[in-house]
């Protein structure tokens, strides 16, 4: 058993077996470490994540259907709660999550505006107004005949 | 740009972030954030998380983006703007991109009896593609500005468009990508032919070209004889319409389509009705009989998931069959078709009325099939293979109003249409958007003469 302690110090024994999906776990745990403090990860994603690994540690064939119901449901949740799985997921190198994750946010963020993309990644604006005009209209194609959301989740 | 506020406590709840008027009108509409959210508790985002979410995982979250969203993402910031040249990056999206079976439909240009008008009256109005996804029912306009006058759409593959010189003789070929506005042309055929078949595979490291039929051997004479070939790939085989081979004999090649499955081209031959076959690999032509071909109607050949399907209308008259509209699939056997689809009657009663004995052209993608009814206003179903689903496709918004950009209406019913199909019948292929087309590099290496087409 190795314990996984969060960034708000919150404590988790979990099986050797279903850790090693993460890559960086697995290395630690090769070196003997059965104590791993994480500062990068809140308890919360950390739940998400053992939740996730304990699923996937059992790949038999039969399960494969409920595994995948299962990726399909546990991508609903809001931006917030994803963003914050690819940073721990890549944190604590595990592709298959990551590989399920980057698809999901895509989707999630294809219908929105501009804007909105700006603040959910959190990236200032570098184009003047009139450089912006011209990049739309160039691409005026990507504007036509959608509908476009401005929600940010 | 506002900055946010840091909340000692966790942000679960939908933040909906009131956006201020649009800046620009060509965005479309914009949906009203829920209202809900306005209303109700507001979170505020933790911008410490999502500010350290390094560049290259946001690079392979846009890797994932569908086409018009990555378009559209570009005006977001330089960096966003840049990706599509930087190599890096379209690396990483060759790599993960999914395929996208989407379609492109074109204008049908004019009739075949070579009567091209004067191109004053055309003059400005380029070549429009009309770019359609199966998966939201969307449609999209791209412009092929860079096509010189003169040439036709025949072929797609590999995200790239295969345009053919209308003028008879011998032909030549450009590739293009709209979506980077591309242009790749080809050596030009060596035979001259009037309207021949085009068959294209392309794929990251190859491309097969097949032109075939429609041989002058006079200047006033047509006649289907040869096939030429086109061959590079990325282990140095090239073969640069060096191998012709000889059709069968009596074969006709109508609709001037070949579908390509798994090594081979494949076309309709019509009276009677037949499949031509023809290897890439040992460059062979065979014929293949059709099912029940004595009681098709409008048979077309498409693509469908891997395997090559036959949907034609069935009309036995004396038996006691009722008229429907099939679909059949060629087993690997390479002889025996075996029907796998059926319309469903009520839908091909519908269907029957709407098309009145004009006939259908048929186009397939993947698990995707486009039935379009010839001469008619508005009507064509999509079928999907692995939901097993008809759907009446909303028309293309853009066909009908060409002269009139700003005044498109989407609505919202498929039922209340102002855009057209017919009346300048759409034709089309299988179309997956690409960013790249890694096969340009090895094309670039034939370094050919520079040609202009003015």
Known sequence: MITLQSSDKDVFEIEQSILIQSGTIKNMVEDDFTFIPLPSVDTETLIKIIEYMKKHADKTDSKEKNIKEFDKDFMKKTLNELFALVFAANYLHISSLLELLYPSIADRIKDKITEAIRQIFSIRCDFTPEEERRIIMDNKWAHEGTEIEGTLD | MEAFHHAPISFHFPYSFPIPTPTTNFLGTITTPNSSSINGINTWMDSRIWSRLPHRLIDRIIAFLPPPAFFRARAVCK?????????????LYLQVSPQRHWFIFF???????NIYKNNSTNLGSSVEGYM??????SWYRLSFALIPQGFSPVSSSGGLICFVSD????????????LVGSIIPLPPTL?????PSIGLTITNSSIDLAVAGDDLISPYAVKNLTTESFHIDGNGFYSIWGTTSTLPRLCSFESGKMVHVQGRFYCMNFSPFSVLSYDIGTNNWCKIQAPMRR???????????GKLVLVAAVEKSKLNVPRSLRLWALQDCGTMWVEIERMPQQLYLQFAELENGQGFNCVGHGEYVVIMIKNNSDKALLFDFCKKRWLWIPPCPFVGNSNNNNNIDYGGSSNNCCGEFGGGELHGFGYDPRLAAPIGALLDQLTLPFQSFN
Do not use: A, M, T, W
Not at chain 2, 79 to 91: A, N
Not at chain 2, 107 to 113: E, G, V
Not at chain 2, 132 to 137: K, M, S, V, Y
Not at chain 2, 167 to 176: A, P, Q, R, T, V
């Open chain 2, 295 to 305: 009681f098709l109607r409008s048979p077309s050949l498409v693509e469908g998931n």
């Open chain 2, 167 to 178: 003028e008879s003789g011998s032909k030549n070929i450009l590739l293009c990508n709209p």
């Open chain 2, 132 to 137: 359609f996804d199966p998966d939201n029912l």
């Open chain 2, 191 to 195: 035979r001259p032919r009037l309207f």
């Open chain 2, 79 to 91: 960096r966003f703007y840049g990706l599509l040249y930087s190599s890096h990056f379209l690396e």
């Open chain 2, 107 to 113: 204008k049908q240009r004019l009739p075949r009896n």
